[in-house]
């Protein structure tokens, strides 16, 4: 995932693509927990934010999704640089992966 800058007064959904698979074929994940974090650069998650699973373009396509920004209840980072992070909660895997970069101005 490339690199997303937005208005610090934005409140959007940061989505970010899933491909899972199990024995090579393809798996729907939308069943397992998913979680985000949002970091200085460099560092590592300590906390996890609740997230949800939405449909992505195409069969078979799906995209991990935090509501971010100053209203309605979303995660307000403020302005800076952010190291975007997922994490899967499925047993008995747990992948915690970087997905790209915030840059709220």
Known sequence: MAGIVL??????YIQVPVTATIDGQPYNPSG?????AFTASGANPVSW?????TSG???GSYLAQ???GPA???LN???????????????PEVPVFKAGTLVLT
């Open 72 to 74: 309605n209840g979303a």
């Open 57 to 59: 373009p195409g069969s």
């Open 49 to 53: 934010n609740p997230a949800s699973w």
């Open 77 to 91: 980072l403020g302005a800076g640089s952010w190291t975007i992070w997922v994490m899967i909660t499925d047993n």
């Open 7 to 12: 208005s610090s007064l934005t409140t959007v």
């Open 32 to 36: 397992d927990t998913v979680q985000m």
């Open 66 to 68: 935090c509501l971010v």
